[in-house]
């Protein structure tokens, strides 16, 4: 939706006096707001400014659901004096770099964001920024709900009791279910998530490890965890791990089966990072062989799941296995969502774009060389 200052101020600055007043150009490609009001409330001038913000959002793609048009359907004269663009969902490539020849901020609007062509934005010196807080609580919330779901056999009993002819009104005796009070929780990557889920997961009793190579020394006694040398030793001694590492060159494909096969018999793996760290092929002989014995995954390889040409794990899945009852949760990547996040992306985005484009600030900026 197009906003009352877009409409009125497209074209060249207006002027005030004989000083001509500037015009940022931001668009919001996907489109996924009924308004503007939060971002223009954010955007407009503070005391001792004098601008205009011509805030569009170009409805790319309004829900996740459909497939998104291409950068080349927004109007050519509006591409040609965009500075900045706030984008959740879509891909950046160079040849849609190509298309915004005045571009100087892109947000991603969220915490992963590995799907900008970063080498491309880093030559033209265009400034790269996420918003790696809105969600953190729900996040953590949910890579705990999704490890509980498991680890106390609430799936297993939902799945028999609902898809069994004369299910028995009986605990099951399983690996998936044990005490979890002094068993042993795993997190790869303690960062603001990975921290929020390491100390829900203390609060219930278990034992917390963790490795991250890239953490300063001092926060495992900050915070009264256990740190381990090395991603063996974390995928050895957890019997239930999370992940919370981001997507890069380092860990695209990094949990396969030489990781998995590590964890001791029963164990339980969730994933709220990225799916394309975790290689299924892995994950489903792990699963049929028994050391691992239950995933939940808020993400996959690929997003949506295709309708045709799924893996086959994800295929057993739909297809309700016998094999897999209760050993498979998958909620469609909506750990980050609550109504109070979606709030906190719109005001924390037009926060960080407003900071950078407008106010020649760095908050929440990736340098080129970050990982």
């Known amino acids: 939706m197009e906003s009352s ?11 005030n006096g004989t000083h001509a007043k500037p015009t940022y150009t931001i668009i919001h490609a996907e489109g996924m707001w009924p308004d503007d009001t939060v971002e223009h ?36 004269s509006l591409r040609n004096q965009v500075q900045g663009i706030m984008l ?30 970063r080498v491309s934005l880093a030559k033209r010196n265009i400034t790269v920024c996420n918003i790696p807080d809105y969600g953190t609580c ?14 106390r056999g609430v799936a297993l009993h939902h799945d028999m009791q609902r898809f069994t002819e004369t299910p028995s009104w009986l605990y099951i005796p399983s ?22 889920t390491a100390m829900r997961a203390k609060a219930f009793g278990w034992d917390v490890i963790f490795y991250d190579p890239y953490l300063l020394n001092g926060v495992d006694k900050a915070l009264g965890l256990e740190r381990v040398k090395d991603t063996q030793e974390l995928f050895r001694r957890s019997t239930t791990l999370s992940l ?23 164990s339980i793996l969730v994933n709220t990072a990225r799916g394309e760290i975790v290689d299924l092929d892995g994950v489903e002989r792990c699963l049929k062989e028994g050391n691992l014995m239950a995933v939940g995954f808020d993400v996959l390889p690929i997003e949506p799941i295709p309708k045709v040409g799924a893996h086959p ?59």
């Open 5 to 15: 200052l877009a409409t009125q101020h497209v074209g060249a600055p207006l002027t």
């Open 41 to 76: 409330e954010i955007f407009k001038s503070k005391e001792g400014q004098a601008y205009y913000v011509n805030y569009v959002q170009t409805n790319l793609a309004p829900t996740v659901t459909e497939i998104p048009k291409h950068w080349s359907a927004i109007d050519k």
């Open 88 to 117: 959740f969902r879509l891909p950046l490539t160079k040849a849609d770099l190509d298309l915004f020849p005045k571009l100087k901020i892109v947000l991603r609007m969220g915490v992963g964001y590995d799907r900008l062509d």
């Open 138 to 151: 729900e996040i953590a919330d949910h890579a705990l709900a999704l490890a509980l779901t498991l680890r």
């Open 175 to 196: 690996p998936l279910i044990h005490r979890i009070q002094a068993k042993t929780f795993g997190i790869l990557g303690l960062g603001r998530i990975g921290m929020a």
């Open 244 to 266: 919370h590492c981001p997507c890069t060159r380092e860990t695209r494909g990094m949990i396969g089966y030489e990781l998995l096969s590590l964890m001791p018999f029963g």
């Open 313 to 371: 794990l994800i295929q057993a899945y739909r297809n309700r296995e016998e094999w897999l009852m209760g050993r498979m949760v998958i909620t469609p990547h909506t750990a980050f969502y609550s109504p109070e996040s979606y709030v906190d992306i719109r005001i924390k985005s037009a926060e960080t774009m407003r900071d950078v484009l407008i106010d020649g600030g760095m908050l929440n900026v990736i340098r080129p060389d970050q990982e």
